[in-house]
């Protein structure tokens, strides 16, 4: 089952990737053009936000299961343990709050410009955190593309 959730971890952060990328460019294009933000428009950044509490729950069974998540003295000496049970962790979850945080007020601002602008910020420091702890191969962690 771990080895089933951590690649569906791993193959679905394409998936939230391309669709808070879609849901930034959707807002800055509509923030600059002037459109105004109805019901309808907030379905990129609907399906980034899906897209990121789906791959928060992946990451939360596997942060339990992991031999990666060590709780001990030698936790933040290593740096790959350090990376897996301490940084991934916590910036994920800072940039997926952003994200809600984002869409939530946004929400609140149906029919007007400025909520374009707000998906737009807080979705784009969202994705620049994720990226930022997002394991990649050449960080030598010990993890591949998939």
Known sequence: MYE???????????????????AIIHAFINWRNGKMYNFKDRKPALFALIAT??????????????PKVLFGSETMSNASIRFFTVEHLAIMLIGIILITI????????LDT???????????????????????????????GWM
Do not use: C, E, M
Request: without cysteine.
């Open 4 to 22: 089933f959730l951590k690649h569906a971890h791993s193959g679905w952060r394409w998936i939230v990737f391309a669709t808070i990328l879609v």
């Open 102 to 109: 984002g869409f939530s007020k946004a929400k609140k601002q």
């Open 113 to 143: 410009n400025k909520a374009y602008k707000t998906v737009f910020i807080y979705y784009f420091i969202g994705l620049i955190l994720i990226l930022s702890r997002t394991p990649w191969p050449f960080q030598d962690l010990g993890v």
């Open 53 to 66: 509490h789906v791959q928060l729950i992946f990451g939360l069974i596997i942060y339990f299961l992991s």
